[in-house]
């Protein structure tokens, strides 16, 4: 299978970044997205869709991007999720995330088929993760960004298995929902979520 490459950047002029997030299928945690400028001189080898990758190889390429990149990061937390909308809330960290970038890219390339309100060119491409290696970087730095926060989350709620399902409704995570209630990191408007409040209500 071939790797995304800069074939897509070469349309453009002008700094190119790629955005993506890590997050919207979860029942619990944030929703983060990331920006990346890569430098093609500098570009690590192997970046590939991180959903194409072990833990072990996106940990090991979230370094040698940080390292060779510019990089920004936007969050917005399970409270804000339920405030947006998933998609108002992926929206929104990917603006956090273009603010938090210096310099700002002349055009922003964003996977799949929704843009965000950005101050640049954007242009949306439909599995970019696979396509665009500026894309695929930044999907790397969204997962690992979000796997690491849900491994933290899961030290203060060690029942879920965070650390393992990064929030998805896993077997082991519906257990532990039936077992021990919605935290404060779960997200109340997901169905099966508001499904268990309501139960709990009545």
Same mark, same amino acid.
């Given at each position: ?7 897509? $950047? ?12 890590? @997050?919207? @299928?979860?029942?619990?945690?944030? #929703? ?12 690590? #080898?192997?970046?590939?869709?991180? +959903? &194409? ?5 996106? $940990? !090991? ?12 990061? *936007?969050?917005?937390?399970? +409270? ?7 998609? *108002?809330?992926? +929206? ?5 995330? =273009?603010?938090?970038?210096?310099? +700002?890219?002349?055009?922003?390339? #964003?996977?799949?088929? &929704? ?5 640049? $060119?954007?242009?949306?491409? #439909? ?14 730095? !969204? ?7 849900? !491994?933290?989350?899961? &030290?203060?709620?060690?029942? =879920? ?9 896993? %077997? $082991? ?21 508001? %499904? ?7």
């Amino acid at each position: 299978m071939s790797l995304p490459d800069f074939s897509r $950047e070469t349309h453009y002029s002008g700094i190119v970044a790629g955005i993506d997030e890590a @997050g919207r @299928g979860p029942w619990a945690g944030p #929703v983060v997205a990331a920006v990346v400028i890569l430098d093609r001189t500098r570009t690590p #080898v192997g970046i590939n869709d991180s +959903k &194409q990758l072990s833990r072990t190889k996106r $940990e !090991a390429l979230y370094d040698s991007i940080m390292a060779a990149a510019v990089v920004g990061i *936007g969050i917005c937390s399970s +409270k804000e999720v339920d405030h947006y909308n998933i998609l *108002g809330a992926t +929206k929104q960290a990917m603006l956090r995330a =273009y603010e938090a970038l210096t310099p +700002k890219p002349d055009i922003a390339l #964003v996977d799949g088929n &929704q843009l965000p309100s950005l101050p640049c $060119e954007m242009d949306a491409i #439909v599995d970019g993760d696979a396509l665009c290696v500026s894309i695929a970087a930044a999907s790397i730095i !969204a997962k690992v960004t979000r796997d690491r926060i849900m !491994a933290a989350l899961a &030290q203060e709620f060690p029942h =879920y298995g965070w650390e393992r399902n990064a929030g998805y409704g896993t %077997r $082991e995570h519906q257990a532990a929902l039936a077992r021990f209630g919605v935290t404060p990191h779960h997200r109340r408007s997901f169905a099966p979520i508001r %499904r268990l409040l309501e139960l709990k209500a009545a």
